[in-house]
């Protein structure tokens, strides 16, 4: 059987994010197919994970790199090693100091990826682990996932095939989150473009780079030129039939605090949508499923009527159910898998242009689009008023879904780039 090693910078497990759902769907079937091998970072915390993990696979070598607490050595050699970071971040906060006026441009400021897309986010030592994995096999394919590793293919011997499977293009997030500034500025543009320019030269190292969606394979053809493009929708078997569905006054928004696109395409949900949706549907609740951080969930309970904070849910379905799901999200690239998961339990959504992007469902038959803060609300209350528009578009979603991202046509694709 041909041997596989994937490297991630995350333990696909527990199925509580995207990225970890995109990553286990796949693994699980490819484990099948390849002797596979599986190298990733993991703290003490997550034992217990990782032991559930390998009772679902039994058949998959696990390598995973402790992350342990840094000697103060080994915290000068990381400030050292991305020294580089740290001035563009000393420069950009003056900038930010500069121009920074709105909400959202303070909330950029904390959390854009501008000043971290070149540097390494985990301990150096696990690129030793790495490289040590590689030296035990000798692996048919090396795969890499998720941009935080996207340097690690000129450790990959010339004799593997090197893949790069690529969850969210960073150069199209950040000119995103550059496009929300209240402001311009010619340094940060010019860290963009740096930015774009390291990603699309680690890129061009690997053999095949694999997108998520056509729409990011359709961005990278302008500029790849070397590597092989290829693009793998994530397979997600669809149920046959729709659930009853009868709005019950309330919207759900899924997604953790921890993934940017998530927070602010919520905080600005909530600060241009939600009172004004709250005013004229008074019965209106607002339930938001994932991890959020307690400082931001007081902020907001103070501030807000009727938003309620779940954290993590074992029966999604359960929330979900008779509910409008809303996706608000204004940055990132690559597929919302929360979106997959809605229109399997037979909920209508509303979401963005790009919350959708990447995705086969169209705006007025599978679901309603709305990209300003007008369009949005407009969308939601259509949905609240109607008696039949969620049931008719959740059925059509679903439709579209067995039949454009069926689970088997999509996890043959994705096996057909190994042969």
Known sequence: MRKILIVTPYMPFPLNSGGRIAQFEFDNELRHHFDMTIAFTMKAADQKDLEQLKALWPNVKF?????????????????????????????????????CKTNLDRLLKLNTTLFRSKSFGFPRAFIDHFRNVLLENNFEFVQVEFHQLISFAKYIPQSSYRIFVHHELRFVRE?????????????????????????LSALEKFDMVCTLSEVDKIILEKDLKKARLVSSPVPIKALSSGMNYSFDHKLVFLGGEDHFPNKEGL?????????GLKSNYPKLELQVIGKWHQASIDE??????????????????AVLANSIFIVPIRIGSGIRMKIIEAVNMGVP?????????????????DCLIGNTA?????????????????????KNALNTLNEENSYEKLMDKRLAIYN
Not at 64 to 69: A, G, K, S, V
Not at 267 to 275: A, E, T, V, Y
Not at 377 to 387: G, R, T
């Open 300 to 317: 907001y309970e103070a501030e807000l009527d009727s938003v309620n904070f779940m954290g993590y849910v074992e029966d999604l379905a």
């Open 63 to 99: 390598k995973p790199y402790l992350i342990t607490e840094q000697s103060l050595s080994g915290k000068f050699s990381s400030v050292m090693f991305r020294f580089s970071e740290f001035l563009n971040r000393l420069i950009g906060k003056g900038v930010f100091y500069a121009f």
């Open 349 to 365: 959504f509303v979401s963005t242009e790009v919350g959708v992007e990447g995705l086969c469902f169209q705006n007025g038959k």
């Open 374 to 394: 007008q369009e949005f609300c407009s969308s939601v209350a259509k949905l609240i008023e109607s008696n039949d528009l969620g049931s008719r578009l959740s």
């Open 267 to 275: 905080d600005w949900f909530l600060r241009n949508c939600w009172s």
């Open 175 to 199: 000119k995103r989150e550059l496009d929300l500034f209240s402001f311009q500025s010619a340094f940060l543009n010019r860290v963009y473009k740096r930015n774009k320019s390291y990603e």
